[in-house]
């Protein structure tokens, strides 16, 4: 009977710890300007997501990175409030200027950009603007292979770039491209 019940509490125990080792963790500073920049953030709901600790590099700074090991996928949040830079009120200038300092130097490599449609932008994202980048990064920045950047922008708010490092292509990487958008 102790075998038995202690056996059910074992069961019991992997439903209710495997959500909470799968959620994604963010700081009270990441919470603050998350509010200051009127963001919604959509945390992934599979469990084998993970909140990465922030890596300090010369390239660029973020706030925020989660990793899901199984698929190879990193997702690392740069979050830049509007009077934080000077290129604030031209996106375009920004998110260039973000990509090149992580993308590779090789100039056998190519940068592919797409400027989303401003309704496309709007409705997806409640962005004015938004882009994304598919570049190779800087070895020193990721070592997974390939990187997409998906950088939005909303009037009177700021600058999101969102950069996902990964392996291949996959499910899990167009699932999460839009997981942030702008409040109304």
Not at 57 to 79: K, S, W
Not at 130 to 135: E, G, H, L, Q, R
Not at 142 to 164: C, T
Not at 166 to 172: A, L, N, R
Request: aromatic share 12%; proline share 5%.
């Amino acid at each position: 009977m102790v075998f038995r019940n202690l056996a059910m509490l074992l069961v019991a125990l992997c439903f209710v710890i495997e959500p909470v080792i799968g959620q994604v963790k963010m700081t009270d500073e990441v919470k603050a300007t998350l509010e200051k920049m009127q963001l919604d953030y959509l945390q992934p709901v599979e469990s084998f997501y993970r909140s990465l600790p922030i890596k300090k590099n010369i390239f660029l700074d973020y706030q925020m990175a989660v990793t899901a090991p199984d698929v190879n996928l990193e997702i690392r949040y740069a979050f830049r409030p509007i009077g934080s830079h000077s290129f604030d009120s031209y996106p375009n200038v920004h998110s260039m200027s973000a990509v090149s300092s992580v993308a590779t130097n090789n100039q056998d490599e190519e940068m592919i950009l797409r400027v989303l449609e401003d309704d496309v932008a709007a409705e997806a994202y409640n962005a004015d603007w938004a882009a994304i980048v598919d570049f190779v990064p800087k070895f020193q920045f990721s070592e997974l292979p390939n990187g997409r950047m998906l950088a939005l922008y909303a009037e009177g708010k700021g600058s999101v770039f969102i950069f996902f490092l990964y392996d291949e292509p996959s499910k899990f990487l167009e699932d999460q491209i839009a997981n942030i958008k702008f409040k109304e």
